[in-house]
């Protein structure tokens, strides 16, 4: 009995070693079975990872390829035209032969217009220096001072200064003005069928009389103090006269300073010849000599 107790624990004790032998095996290869799973994991993800990126050079490489043959047709259609410029070319080069003495007639005459507006141009100089000269002839030094003169286009602007016209303030005339108007107004009688202007233009200063509503009020008010000067005190036709305002609208300088400010208070007189009496002026004009 004791005899067979030994063998049964003999026999268990090597069944269990064997077993324990095998659950090692099985845990090892188990072990080995997920290091090459986790290894075919990886190489799939890296597989499919080159796929994108093959495919990817494959779209790009397509598009390439689309883009280039695109770029080819430009390019022929490019050389159809260019080759079709030369044919016309040719044709026109062998048909300019036969205009060229046509062309130089063209140019000919091109060079007498221009020579011609040159002319008209130079006569145009005269004229202005004739009216300048004329209307500021009896003006003294201290007088042009106040008293601004250009001759554009055959029109005369005299711009006079609001202080040495008026009061301050105001629209009525100042002595100071009485002995240039009457200069002036020789000037204007001198050419009885010239039209004059005469425009007023104040600053952008509010004005703040009673009497006077705004600056449109102002300018207007100075310029018909002009006109019935011109008209009552010096003898010109008042049929040839109009007075009219432009306010603060038609500035010469930025009124943002005292010296720009007192650049835009001022009256215009704007004399206007007409066409023939254009005419006699420019035969009047002073020679080259």
């Given at each position: 009995m004791k005899k067979l107790l030994i063998i049964l624990l003999g026999g268990l004790l090597m069944t269990s070693c064997a077993s324990k032998k095998k659950f090692q095996e099985l845990q090892g290869n188990y072990s080995q079975l997920q290091a090459d799973y986790s290894?075919?994991?990886?190489?799939?993800?890296?597989?499919?990872?080159?796929?994108?990126?093959?495919?990817?050079?494959?779209?790009?490489?397509?598009?390439?390829?689309?883009?280039?043959?695109?770029?080819?047709?430009?390019?022929?259609?490019?050389?159809?035209?260019?080759?079709?410029?030369?044919?016309?070319?040719?044709?026109?080069?062998?048909?300019?032969?036969?205009?060229?003495?046509?062309?130089?007639?063209?140019?000919?005459?091109s060079n007498r217009f221009i020579k011609q507006l040159v002319e008209a141009k130079d006569r145009s100089d005269s004229l202005n220096m004739v009216l300048t000269n004329n209307l500021t002839r009896s003006l003294s030094r201290e007088e042009l001072n106040d008293v601004?003169?250009?001759?554009?286009?055959?029109?005369?602007?005299?711009?006079?200064?609001?202080?040495?016209?008026?009061?301050?303030?105001?629209?009525?005339?100042?002595?100071?003005?009485?002995?240039?108007l009457s200069k002036i107004a020789k000037i204007?009688?001198?050419?009885?069928?010239?039209?004059?202007?005469?425009?007023?233009?104040?600053?952008?200063?509010?004005?703040?009389?009673?009497?006077?509503?705004?600056?449109?009020?102002?300018?207007?008010?100075?310029?018909?103090?002009?006109?019935?000067?011109?008209?009552?005190?010096?003898?010109?036709?008042?049929?040839?006269?109009?007075?009219?305002?432009?306010?603060?609208?038609?500035?010469?300088?930025d009124n943002s300073s005292e010296v720009g400010r007192q650049r835009n208070r001022r009256t215009q007189i704007i004399i206007t010849p007409k066409l023939d009496q254009f005419l006699e002026l420019i035969d009047q004009a002073p020679s080259e000599d």
């Open positions: 290894a075919l994991m990886a190489e799939n993800r890296e597989a499919q990872t080159q796929l994108a990126q093959n495919r990817t050079t494959i779209q790009s490489l397509e598009e390439r390829l689309a883009e280039a043959r695109a770029n080819n047709e430009r390019l022929q259609q490019a050389y159809a035209t260019l080759q079709n410029s030369l044919d016309l070319s040719i044709r026109q080069n062998a048909e300019g032969n036969v205009n060229i003495s046509k062309l130089v007639d063209e140019i000919n005459a601004d003169v250009q001759v554009l286009k055959g029109v005369v602007y005299i711009s006079l200064a609001d202080n040495m016209l008026y009061k301050s303030g105001s629209y009525q005339i100042n002595e100071r003005a009485a002995e240039t204007i009688n001198d050419y009885k069928d010239y039209d004059v202007l005469i425009e007023g233009n104040t600053d952008n200063v509010p004005i703040s009389q009673t009497n006077i509503r705004n600056n449109w009020d102002l300018s207007c008010l100075r310029a018909s103090s002009v006109v019935q000067a011109l008209q009552n005190q010096y003898g010109v036709d008042p049929k040839r006269l109009t007075a009219g305002g432009r306010g603060e609208y038609n500035p010469l300088a």
